[in-house]
Structures are given as structure tokens and as C-alpha cells.
């Protein structure tokens, strides 16, 4: 991690050393309640770009909804913020982490504690170090959707989401593939999940169990506009063993081809569709295709 030089805390430019919460009244140090988002910046030909800014700033805003978190700032000014804080990084690469926390309140509900908004980022290299993964399902299952709100950004999923990928790594695996209550794929730790199948991409339903992520909707759009079929439906863990490729998409793996799961080959390692998106999405963020300029926030 390289980090950038400064962390935007309400409203102010901050030294990253200098960044600093109570230990003892941050609610969300201590009940996990606290949202967040993941944006990558890229360098281009014409400056850096942060792509589909808005996108996750509508979704923090979505996710902070059910803390009922009453803050100080817009959408566009976090809009502004995030552009500002990759702006001022030093950095023409990197990943930003804007965070909404509550401090001030000790007890379980978060009602009366004061929301407060910090946006850091960092240079980040490939999130998972390999050309394709190696992937073991889950004994945690992803948290059930009568249970949580799975659709949001929500700190305190990801002891669930981390349970899940620090079993797999300590079995010798990259990632780890979570399963709903009712065994169909929900998603990774961190991203979501597709398989091809005789040249038709299939990704899980979104029925409100799995984070639906920015880079899933991302690629099912450039897989559409490239001409090819995208289904979602349930499936099982079957056709994932059977698929003819299956790969990963999240912010921070961006398009990830997966090599087996649970030992199981996927016959091809990093196929000719796999390869197609990444490549496509790789241009993409790098601001070499035309259509997409639209996810683009530039800034130099």
C-alpha cells in the first residue's frame, strides 16, 4: 500500500498520519456501523480518471440510509470530495476508500451518535496476486437476506465476508465462493461470480442476498453491447464445476479469471470470452473506448 498524502475528514484536507477517531466514542469501531465504498482512479492519455464516481456515491448513500445517518454533506459534495482527495493523493493510480461513522454514542443503537465522512485512498497493484485464482467454496455461508440488508455496503458484513476468505487462504487458496441458505451462489468475499457455458455468461440473480457490485453491472453492459447473451438465474455449485470459464469482478479484482473451485479444473484457465472483457474493461477505465466516457471523472 502506498498511501496518499491526505484524508478528507469533514470537509477538510487532512495529513494521512494526522487522521485520527476516539477509540472509546466511535460507535462504529465498536458495532461495525459504518458504511463505505470502493473507487479505482486510473491513469489515461488525459489525465487520471475515477470511474463511476457517481455510481458509488449513490450506493454509500443507499447503504447509509439504514444507519439513518444524518450528515452534513450532499452527493455532490462527496462527488467533489473523492475527486479532490485522488486530485491532492500524489498519486496517479490508486483506490479510494470514502467512509460515513458514527461516534459520539455508546450502546447498541446508533440513534443520536453524529455521522462524520472520511475519504482516504491509496496505490494499489493487482488484489489478487495471480493470472487466475484458485478458489475453495465456503463453510460460512453469505448472510441471509431476512436476516440483513445484503444489497448494502455495510461495515459489519465483512467479519462474515472475512470468516469466508481467511479459511480459504489458510488452505492454500487465492478466494473463497459463498453460498446462500439455500446452496445456490451468492458471491466472493469481494466480488461477484460468473460462469460461461457454450458461449452464454451466466452471473447469480440479484433476489437481494449478495452485494450486486458496480464492476458486475459494468461488465454485464460490455458483454451485452459485445453481442453476448448474459442470463442471471440461481445455479449451484454443478455448473460452476462444469462451466466452460468462470472469473470474478469487483472494484478492486476487476476482471479475474478463476483457474478451479474446490480442485475442480475449470476447463479453460483463462478463456477466450473471459479474456475479451477484461480487455474491454481494461480499456475502458483506461479511457480508450468512446462509449463508456460516460463512468469517466477526469482530473489532472
Known sequence: MIPGKYIWMDGVLTPWEEAK??????????????????????????GSVLF??????????Y???????????????????????AKESGLKNGYIRPIFYITGKVGVPPIGGEAHVAIGCWGWDKYLAADSVRVKTSKWRRIPQNADICDAKICGHYFNAALASMD?????????????????IAE???ENLFIIKDGKIYTPKN???????????SVIIIAKDLGYEVVEKNFK?????????????????????????????????????????REVYLDTVHGKV?????????FN
Open 207 to 217: 433476489e437481494g442476498n449478495f452485494l450486486p457490485g458496480i464492476t458486475r453491472h
Open 237 to 277: 455449485l454443478d455448473e460452476v464445476y462444469n462451466a466452460d470459464e468462470a472469473f470474478f469482478t469487483g472494484t478492486a479484482a476487476e476482471v479475474q479469471p478463476i483457474e478451479s473451485v474446490d480442485d475442480k479444473l475449470i476447463k479453460n484457465r483463462i478463456g477466450q470470452i473471459t479474456s475479451k472483457l
Open 52 to 61: 463511476r464516481n457517481g455510481d458509488h456515491v449513490d450506493r454509500i448513500f
Open 168 to 184: 480459504a487462504q489458510k488452505n492454500g487458496y487465492h478466494e473463497a465462493l459463498m453460498l446462500d441458505q439455500n446452496d445456490f
Open 21 to 46: 477517531v476516539h477509540v472509546m466514542l466511535t460507535h462504529s469501531l465498536h458495532y461495525g456501523s459504518a458504511v463505505f465504498e470502493g473507487v479505482r482512479f486510473y491513469e489515461t492519455e488525459n
Open 63 to 85: 447503504s447509509s440510509s439504514f444507519m439513518e445517518m444524518q450528515l452534513k454533506f450532499s452527493k455532490k459534495d462527496i462527488v467533489k470530495a473523492q475527486v479532490l482527495t
Open 188 to 190: 466472493g468475499p469481494g
Open 290 to 298: 468512446e462509449k463508456y466516457q460516460k463512468w469517466l471523472t477526469y
